[in-house]
């Protein structure tokens, strides 16, 4: 299968699901991925501000508050060079920014350098660690500016968008962990 006959199958199955169903079953890949040891041993966290039908994060970014970390968000820069990454604070104001996806108004931006640990958001993983996304390639780009090799990326996934192998190019950074509702 191609990337694209992937997502059209993702959609497709995300559209038979309720909103309430995604919150639940948000909150309990949230709950396995903030139990993960890299977590509890990280001291900046990055996440992503979800999407509607995306894996929810306000469970994993209440986590990072509560004990004291530090929490980024991807934001676009002002130079038109993709994306960053930019502090969250809980009083932080954020806009729409890129594909309505939010991000903070005014930037702090952190050096992707000094994360920890990031969770991703993706249309489809698979049990190797492979991700696709929307398509533009933002994220990829984005980890791929990380020089230093121990960053520990996770997928936040439902089951439904788990395959058996899911097509990878040159491009495409893998994760190290993917976690669902059923895997982890």
């Known amino acids: 299968m191609t990337k694209d006959e992937i997502r059209a199958i993702v959609k497709e199955r995300r559209c038979t699901l309720g909103a309430d169903w995604f919150v639940r079953v948000s909150a309990r890949i949230q709950n396995a991925a903030i139990q993960l040891v890299r977590f509890r041993e990280s001291k900046i966290v990055c996440a992503y501000m979800a999407l509607p039908h995306e894996v929810q994060t306000d469970v994993i970014f209440k986590a990072v508050w509560d004990s004291g970390k530090r929490l980024c ?37 952190i050096d992707i350098n000094n994360v920890d640990i990031s969770f991703i958001p993706g249309v489809a993983f698979d049990h190797n660690g492979g991700r696709i996304g929307h398509g533009c390639g933002h994220i990829d780009r984005m980890l791929a500016e990380r020089t230093a090799a121990d960053l520990f990326k996770v997928g936040l996934t439902y089951q439904f968008q788990l395959f058996e192998e899911v097509p990878q190019s040159e491009f495409d950074v893998k994760m190290d962990l993917v976690v669902s509702e059923e895997e982890y």
Do not use: F, H, N, Q
């Not at 809980?90 to 931006?109: F, N, Q, R, S, Y």
């Open 73 to 109: 968000v991807p934001a676009l820069r002002s130079d038109g060079e993709g994306y960053g990454l930019s502090e969250l604070l809980p009083d932080t104001k954020v806009i729409a920014g890129g594909a309505d996806v939010l991000e903070p108004e005014t930037p702090c931006w």
